[in-house]
């Protein structure tokens, strides 16, 4: 999982730097803007079926096939639904402003590899970690980067049309995702049990698999739903450099995405034996590495994010600054990562799904408030503070389960 994670880490950077490069700042910001939409709506893409799907492998339930085809018929139709959604709010907050079309147009393209593709892609991953293919999953996650990687790199290298870049990338990435989804699906299908389609849709997976989407769903709004409010309010152009600042946050934590894809299925064993305290358990082992990584990554990035950005990428330098003050959000996430798993694994995704819709609801409330006053920054105060809130509430939530589980073998 580290080689798959460390080499998403390598693709996924130099993609998303030369994307920068490639697109500038206003049209980075108007892609920031897009991609914040596909990542709130994408967890409702499936409806939960990969989390549940990865819950059953690991349980060793033998239902595997008529899984595997509900969750691919329920990804399809979950697919237009959002997208249609998407859609209106895209005509909801930019129909008024000028760049409307092109966003529109944009997410359009992009929902079908970043929502339908992309699922699927993630769906044969979770299948093969649950059935100890780990290689296999680690080569997904690898090709999923570079294949975007290639995608800008292509147009890097031919496009000649600075006007159509933007519109040639998206095109450009759309291609390359489909090739990977249909090579991924046909070596899925040589590896495990075929889908079956004929079964009906149970409706008590539906409303399982509808808690994971909320609770992922949820983790997207407060994470992204201040880029969405920052191109409605501010600029495209001040909008692509907090988004740049973001992205590097995010390769930052690709490693904990490792650990944290590796460790999921564990915790649905542990939690099926030992309960919440064996998950409580669980979560304080994997924490120790993932807490030395990230403060060790928080300080090189603090001293040399800003030489690497006036050397290699100038037109971003405003993004420094903005960088600085996120840093301390990497801290908080791996601690609220872990210990949400740990909840999740012990059967309280329920509980973990109300936290993260309450959390959502406030940070959306917050970031309009203090984008309105503050632009800019706050967006960055109302993303420290949501965390901080999240890590909080995720922590006292976990700490009370355990609390009373012990409370009853007394």
Not at 87 to 103: M, P, S, V
Request: aromatic content about 18%.
């Amino acid at each position: 999982m580290i080689y798959g994670q460390g080499g998403r880490m390598v693709f996924q950077t130099f993609y998303f730097l030369l994307l920068a490069v490639v697109l500038g700042p206003t049209d980075y910001g108007a892609f920031v803007i897009v991609s914040s939409i596909l990542i709130i709506l994408g967890p409702f893409c499936g409806m939960g079926f990969n989390s549940i799907l990865t819950r059953d492998i690991s349980a060793g339930k033998n239902n595997f096939p008529e899984l595997f085809g509900s969750a691919i018929k329920v990804t399809f139709y979950s697919y237009f639904c959002l997208l249609l959604i998407g859609e209106f709010i895209i005509l909801l907050i930019f129909g008024n402003e000028n760049n409307y079309g092109i966003i529109a147009l944009m997410f359009l393209i992009l929902s079908v590899a970043d929502l339908f593709f992309l699922k699927l892609n993630e769906m044969s991953a979770q299948i093969y970690i649950a059935k100890n293919y780990v290689k296999r999953a680690s080569h997904i996650f690898n090709f999923i980067s570079l294949s975007r990687f290639l995608s800008v790199f292509s147009i890097f290298l031919f496009a000649n049309s600075e006007n159509a870049m933007l519109i040639m990338w998206v095109i450009t990435y759309f291609a390359f995702s489909l090739i990977l989804s249909i090579v991924v699906y046909i070596g899925t299908l040589r590896k495990v049990e075929s889908p079956v389609f004929s079964i009906p849709l149970k409706m008590s997976q539906l409303k399982e698999g509808v808690f994971f989407s909320i609770g992922l769903s949820s983790q997207g709004v407060y994470n992204d739903i201040d880029k969405t409010l920052l191109g409605r309010f501010e600029s495209a152009n001040v909008t692509g450099h907090y988004g740049f600042a973001y992205k590097v946050l995010d390769v930052l934590f690709i490693p904990v995405k490792a650990i944290l894809a590796l460790t999921f299925p564990m915790f649905f064993k542990v939690g099926e034996k030992e309960g919440v305290y064996g998950t409580y358990r669980l979560a304080k082992k994997v924490l120790i590495p993932l807490f030395f990584y990230c403060i060790a990554s928080v300080i090189i990035a603090y001293y040399f994010f800003p030489i690497i950005i006036e050397l290699v990428f100038p037109a971003y330098t405003d993004s420094i600054k903005y960088f600085t003050l996120l840093l301390p959000i990497v801290v908080l996430r791996v601690f609220h990562y872990v210990f949400a798993d740990a909840l999740t694994g012990a059967g309280f995704q329920k509980e973990r799904s109300y936290v993260q819709i309450f959390i959502a609801a406030f940070n959306f409330l917050l970031s309009f408030i203090l984008i309105l006053t503050f632009s800019i920054y706050g967006a960055i105060y109302a993303s420290l503070i949501s965390d901080a809130l999240m890590l909080l509430t995720i922590s006292l939530l976990l700490l009370k389960k355990v609390k009373n589980e012990k409370s009853r073998n007394i």
